[in-house]
Structure formats: C-alpha cells, structure tokens
C-alpha cells in the first residue's frame, strides 16, 4: 500500500482545510487508517483515527469537534476535515495505516506528509 496525503496549506486562525490520503493497492479496506502530525520539536502525535467501517472513530482532545476524519473505502481514500484552525494546528500532517490487531507503534505505512500552516 502506497499513501499519498495531499491538500495542506497557508490559511489563517479560524479557517478549514481538507486533507486527502489516497492509498493504491487492493487491500485497502483491511487496515486502520490515521492521521498523524509533527510539529517542530515536537513528536508525531496521531490526530485522528477510523476502522474500516467508520465504526470506529478516534480523536485527539485538542482538535475534538473541530476536525472530522472520514474514509470511502471505494476510492481507497481518508479525509480530515479540519474546521477552526488554529496556530497551535500547524504541522507537517502525516496519514498512516495499520492492521487491525497492531498498536500504532506499529504502523505498516506511512504518507509522505503535507505541511498545514495556520497564520493568527
């Protein structure tokens, strides 16, 4: 599985953004699907994550009723609405898959990462 994030930005505080992360291969559906970010000197820490039904769905309390994470397993696509931005959002965002079963220290794939910058 390759995964290709894309849809980053320079917007200011209180804007929206949404992140796509298209993954090829067949087996798309199988895997957990996340969103991470990193920003400077700072670890990467997972933003949001959704089973493969949607059933199930995590987020971070920092961005909780701010940002949606979505998947449509026919486009074998994620999605991360992101809606009032704030300054402290800004960081290189990362979409990672993993096998149901494994912990997110063990992620099977990684996206290349697009960079969010939000102004004030």
């Known amino acids: 599985v390759q995964l290709q994030a894309s849809g980053g930005g320079l917007v200011q505080t209180g804007d929206s953004l949404r992140l796509s992360c298209a993954a090829s291969?067949?087996?798309?559906?199988?895997?957990?699907m996340a969103w991470f970010r990193q920003a400077p000197g700072k670890e990467r820490d997972i933003v949001a994550a959704?089973?493969?039904?949607?059933?199930?769905?995590y987020y971070a309390d920092s961005v909780k009723g701010r940002f949606t994470i979505s998947r449509d397993n026919g486009k074998n696509t994620v999605y991360l609405q992101m809606n009032s931005l704030k300054p402290e959002d800004t960081a290189v965002y990362y979409c990672?898959?993993?096998?149901?079963?494994?912990?997110?220290?063990?992620?099977?794939?990684w996206g290349q990462g697009t960079q969010v910058t939000v102004s004030s």
């Open positions: 990672a898959a993993k096998r149901r079963g494994d912990t997110w220290s063990e992620v099977a794939y």
């Open positions: 291969g067949r087996t798309f559906s199988r895997f957990v």
């Open positions: 959704i089973t493969w039904s949607g059933g199930n769905i």
